[in-house]
């Protein structure tokens, strides 16, 4: 069976500067994709970044860029010039195509100093 | 483009009564998954319907049930409901089954007194 670990309860930054949350998971599977959601106090799921498992290179989407290390089964995020719109709960998630289901990490909450 | 809705968005229910949670997919999507997510946790998986049949299924007892309609829509049922069952329920879309991201919903919250 999957998991996923995100081993960081709580991390603030502050505006304008760069964090690094981080994720672990365990699968025997090759094919697989990670993303990272973000979930404000809205409520709103919203997709941050999806990397495929068989791509070597880094994924990245504006001021957010992962670090895939798939030997280490380790997948983190990167938040450049963070923003206070960048406060939310991140959850890491991993998407097994066989199945099609997404498992998530416990997720951490990310807060946005001025 | 129409993203993913949900209604309603909160809704209160008593032990034993029986719920019904709806999903419009986003536009030009065909599957449906729905997930769980208790408070202070990470969605969990309930169900996926493509093709208006249960696709996978996660680890929720048979109280749990849904539907696919022929417009992609979907419902979510809950019977006997119990004080565990307050939740977040969300409901995500995607493109086929496998290869695509799935797209959430802004959720349901239900609380069960």
């Known amino acids: 069976a999957q998991t996923v670990t995100q081993s960081q309860p709580e991390m603030s930054v502050q505006e304008a500067e760069t964090v690094t949350l981080s994720c672990t998971y365990d699968?025997?599977?090759?094919?697989?994709?990670l993303f990272w959601y973000k979930q404000p106090p809205s409520r709103q799921m919203i997709l941050v970044i999806r990397?495929?498992?068989?791509?070597?290179q880094n994924a990245t989407e504006n001021r957010f860029s992962v670090n895939f290390q798939k030997a280490a089964k380790s997948f983190s995020l990167k938040i450049s010039d963070s923003q206070l719109g960048d406060t939310a709960m991140y959850f890491c998630?991993?998407?097994?195509?066989?199945?099609?289901?997404?498992?998530f990490g416990t997720g951490t909450r990310l807060q946005v100093f001025p | 483009d129409a993203g993913v809705t949900q209604s309603p968005t909160h809704l209160i229910k008593t032990r034993g009564q029986q719920v019904t949670l709806r999903c419009s997919p986003k536009?030009?999507?065909?599957?449906v998954s729905w997930y769980q997510q208790a408070l202070g946790q990470g969605p969990q998986f309930i169900f996926q319907?493509?093709?208006?049949?249960?696709?996978q299924r996660g680890n929720f007892p048979d109280r749990f049930s849904g539907h696919q309609f022929p417009n992609y829509s979907s419902e979510l049922n809950v019977n006997a409901l119990l004080l565990g069952d307050s939740a977040l329920y969300l409901c995500?879309?995607?493109?086929?089954?496998?290869?695509?991201?799935?797209?959430f919903g802004p959720g349901t919250r239900l609380l069960v007194l």
């Open positions: 990397q495929e498992a068989y791509k070597q």
């Open positions: 536009s030009g999507h065909d599957t």
């Open positions: 995500a879309s995607s493109l086929g089954v496998g290869q695509e991201t799935q797209y």
């Open positions: 319907y493509y093709e208006e049949e249960e696709r």
């Open positions: 699968t025997s599977e090759n094919n697989y994709y």
């Open positions: 998630a991993f998407h097994n195509p066989n199945t099609d289901k997404l498992i």
